[in-house]
């Protein structure tokens, strides 16, 4: 069984910066991609960023494009989302997971989730 657990939430001002960790364990044979999702109240579920595990491909939701960057150590088994000129509207549970088929802009198609951290940006 994967475990994913995150880390590195907190809040922030508008415009600064944070960086979220997910440290996995357990056997990872098989996972192909790993990303990160947010939820908000109103906003509901979002795709945030993956990477895939093998050659390292990156993707973005267009609301993060150019500000966030998505990253894996595979030393240390942890996927990182650093997130620059963040915004109110970033204010979320930011989740990382792991699939290994399927869109992964597709919650469904991941296997395994952390329990969330909490991202919050004041204006």
């Known amino acids: 069984q994967v475990q994913l657990v995150e880390s590195g939430g907190g809040s922030v001002q508008a415009g600064g910066s944070l960086r979220l960790s997910c440290a996995a364990s357990?056997?990872?044979?098989?996972?192909?991609?790993m990303g990160w999702f947010r939820h908000a109240p109103v906003k509901g579920r979002e795709w945030v960023a993956t990477?895939?595990?093998?050659?390292?491909?990156?993707d973005y939701a267009d609301s993060v494009k150019d500000r966030f960057t998505v990253a894996r150590d595979r030393s240390k088994n942890t996927l990182y989302l650093q997130m620059n000129s963040l915004k109110p509207d970033d204010t979320a549970t930011y989740y990382c997971a792991a699939g290994n088929s399927g869109s992964w802009r597709d919650a469904s198609r991941y296997n395994y989730w952390g329990q969330g951290t909490q991202v919050t940006v004041s204006a």
């Open positions: 357990g056997p990872k044979y098989g996972l192909n991609f």
């Open positions: 990477i895939s595990t093998g050659g390292g491909t990156t």
